[in-house]
């Protein structure tokens, strides 16, 4: 079964940075595209950048010029770089594939934005 292990969350004033880190318990890691979920309270779970095995990445638009994922292969782990954080990036953050996530979830990485 795979396991998530999300970190790099915390407090950050507007404008701001964070970088996340997330774990994978998977040997074959570097054969899937893996994204980054948030999760803000009172809302649904959503998609805001996937990164495949050749290292394309996509964003969602609000989060388009301020965010960066990248991934290392060698430590089965995916970063997400997050400047200029505004308030609206408050929530919990997850990873999981980005096609057909497992599903089970790593417990999330809080990321708070706030002066």
């Known amino acids: 079964q795979v396991q998530f292990v999300e970190s790099g969350g915390g407090l950050a004033q507007p404008g701001g940075s964070l970088r996340l880190s997330c774990v994978v318990s998977r040997s074959i890691f570097r054969f899937y595209a893996w994204a980054w979920y948030r999760q803000a309270p009172g809302k649904q779970r959503e998609m805001v950048a996937t990164?495949?095995?050749?290292?394309?990445?996509t964003y969602v638009d609000a989060v388009k010029g301020r965010f960066t994922a990248s991934r290392d292969n060698a430590r089965n782990t995916v970063y997400l770089q997050m400047n200029d954080l505004k308030p609206e990036d408050t929530a919990v953050y997850y990873c999981?594939?980005?096609?057909?996530?497992?599903?089970?979830w790593g417990q999330g990485t809080q990321v708070t934005v706030s002066s």
């Open positions: 990164i495949t095995s050749t290292r394309d990445t």
């Open positions: 999981n594939k980005a096609d057909n996530p497992f599903p089970s």
